[in-house]
């Protein structure tokens, strides 16, 4: 696979506990924010975003979370399972710039 | 099925050579983009376009083009230009613009021998 896991935060827990996932954004005019994982060797994949207007959103096990006074969004997933493991990007919208910037990602393993 | 294809998945290239990497969507996305993954970084942008016939540079634009004749393909060049082009290059597609998910391809691992 490709060798996107290296020199990557990275979030090791046990099959069934639940993982939080933590991105510090940089802009704070940024105001949309979207979560994708990418499992090795294949392209990212949407799991869940949340406008500046919202503080939550839930999705199916997953829940994102929005602080705008330290900028930081996280990401939680309920229940881990094996399937989880992937590595996990964070990306904000940057109005001023009209771009998408994605953050380093953080790798998660998930222990059977 | 509805998505996004890249071909070829994996590509060889001598030093010097152009190469052009595919990337064709049915999703009627008018947005498309095209981003470079190298190991413990982030997605940086190589090239977007909104509309065809229109397209923009991203941040890394030196030493790649691209064209978008058509509304589901938007092909990659990267040319002997490129000083470091071995890399992930991922193609994603989106209804409008940044503002919107973004829907990405299986990748092209690009070596340079």
């Known amino acids: 696979g490709e060798n996107v896991g290296l020199h990557l935060p990275t979030l090791s827990v046990q099959e069934g506990d639940n993982s939080i996932i933590n991105c510090a954004y940089s802009n704070s005019a940024s105001d949309y924010f979207i979560w994708y994982k990418q499992e090795s060797g294949k392209g990212p994949q949407f799991i869940i975003d949340i406008r500046s207007n919202m503080d939550k959103r839930q999705g199916q096990r997953v829940t994102v979370l929005l602080n705008k006074t330290v900028k930081h969004l996280s990401l939680q997933i309920a229940a881990t399972q094996p399937g989880d493991s992937a590595v996990y990007f964070c990306?904000?919208?940057?109005?001023?710039?009209?771009?998408?910037?994605f953050g380093k990602g953080t790798k998660l393993t998930v222990n059977p | 099925d509805g998505g996004i294809t890249q071909s070829p998945k994996y590509l060889f290239r001598k030093e010097g050579q152009n190469v052009t990497l595919s990337c064709e969507q049915n999703?009627?996305?008018?947005?498309m983009y095209w981003y470079r993954q190298d190991p413990g970084q982030g997605l940086r942008l190589i090239y977007y376009s909104q509309i065809v016939n229109d397209f923009q540079k991203g941040d890394i634009a030196e030493g790649y083009s691209v064209s978008r004749e058509k509304k589901e393909s938007f092909p990659l060049t990267v040319t002997s230009a490129q000083k470091n082009p071995t890399a992930f290059y991922l193609c994603?597609?989106?209804?409008?613009?940044?503002?919107?998910?973004?829907?990405f391809g299986p990748g092209t691992r690009l070596t340079v021998l």
């Open positions: 999703l009627n996305h008018d947005a």
């Open positions: 994603a597609s989106s209804i409008g613009g940044f503002y919107n998910e973004q829907f």
């Open positions: 990306a904000e919208y940057q109005g001023g710039s009209e771009k998408l910037v």
